[in-house]
């Protein structure tokens, strides 16, 4: 059962108490222990949400930092190629002189 569904009718329940006063006590205990039963659910519910928020958060932020990593190292790299010189550093790749054996 949807638990907001279940407090909703619950809720209505208590407000459709018909006025016998055994029935009405019975009928009120249970929807009670219904609703504690409830709100005891969606607490679990919210404290397992609120620890998934936690870990995905640390993961985000070291992934962050990674990525911020990895960054400064491509741009350190792109600037040692840069700086080479034609010859001595990385050689262009030619399509036609690059080609396999097998072709």
Do not use: C, W
């Not at 205990?29 to 039963?37: G, V």
């Not at 620890?51 to 993961?59: A, K, Q, S």
């Not at 960054?71 to 690059?98: H, L, N, T």
């Amino acid at each position: 059962m949807n638990t907001l569904s279940g407090i909703e009718k619950n809720m209505n329940e208590l407000n459709s108490i018909d006025s016998k006063p055994s029935n009405s006590q019975a009928k009120l205990s249970d929807t009670q222990a219904d609703l504690q039963a409830q709100v005891i659910e969606l607490q679990m519910n919210l404290s397992h949400l609120e620890v998934t928020v936690e870990r995905l958060d640390e993961v985000i932020t070291r992934q962050d930092r990674d990525i911020q990593t990895l960054q400064r190292q491509v741009q350190f790299i792109y600037k040692q190629v840069e700086s080479q010189d034609g010859e001595g550093g990385v050689a262009p790749f030619d399509v036609v002189a690059d080609r396999p054996p097998h072709y």
